[in-house]
């Protein structure tokens, strides 16, 4: 009574093909097999019936529930990256539309104006012969 390691379903399906049917057949999944390769090997493997006997099964439906666990978790990743794309659409077309906003000032608002401000100085007097000693606009008692 040998006992053969299988590590995939061809495997598996190899050992069956040239057993001789005189002895019984023992098969053990090697622990090192593939999320994917479980699944597959789970699929063919039958607990009723069949030609063999499989001593390790507890690898296979520890394997396959693993594997069904990474499947939700990329689905789930892969529905949050779809999510973050269609955010990062939005948010560009915000920009591009606070841009265009911008750029549409006009041409007496040149990009990168900046204002000068003139202290002490009465706008209302402004061309009107006023001498140098105008009295300061800002309040005396500015509010803290």
Known sequence: MATREVS???ELRRVIWKWDHVKELRIKIN???SLDEAHELWSAVSTV????RLYNLH?????DDART????KIH??????????RQLGV???RIDALDE?????GPTLPRGYQPIFYLGMAVGRVGHGQSDSMPDPRPTNPRP
């Open 76 to 85: 789930h990743l892969q529905k949050w990256a779809q999510d973050v794309e």
């Open 8 to 10: 995939s379903a061809q």
């Open 69 to 72: 666990l990474v499947l939700q």
């Open 101 to 105: 906003m911008l750029l549409g000032a």
């Open 59 to 63: 690898i296979l439906v520890a394997k």
């Open 31 to 33: 622990p090192n097999i």
């Open 91 to 93: 948010l560009q077309a």
């Open 49 to 52: 019936s069949g030609y063999a």
